[in-house]
């Protein structure tokens, strides 16, 4: 098992930025792939990022590729997600989430996921 805890979300003007942070704990960090999803009211799961077992690889959705970076330390079992240039549509309740595989890059899904964080950008 492996438990996710996020933490980092908040109110922002369009334009500012905001980190997040996914604390995990429970079996080996490192083994996991890491990522981060997305859900607007009323609106499907949206895949965000992921980040490799050690970090070498990353994966962004269109919407996000310049602006948004995702992180690891593996040392402290923690992944980031730095968010610049909020948009209003950037709006949404962000999660972490685990997976062995890479299967949240091509199937959005993952085995573990987090309770949540909710990002709101005013206009």
């Known amino acids: 098992q492996v438990q996710l805890a996020e933490s980092g979300g908040g109110l922002v003007q369009t334009g500012g930025s905001l980190r997040l942070h996914c604390a995990a704990s429970?079996?080996?960090?490192?083994?996991?792939?890491m990522g981060w999803f997305r859900q607007a009211p009323g609106k499907e799961r949206q895949f965000v990022a992921a980040?490799?077992?050690?970090?070498?690889?990353?994966y962004y959705a269109d919407s996000v590729k310049g602006r948004f970076t995702i992180s690891r330390n593996n040392a402290n079992n923690t992944v980031y997600l730095q968010m610049n240039s909020l948009k209003p549509e950037d709006t949404a309740v962000y999660y972490c989430a685990a997976d062995e595989t890479t299967n949240m890059v091509v199937h959005g899904s993952a085995d573990y996921w987090g309770q949540g964080t909710q990002v709101t950008v005013s206009s």
């Open positions: 980040i490799s077992w050690r970090g070498v690889s990353t």
């Open positions: 429970g079996r080996t960090f490192s083994r996991y792939v």
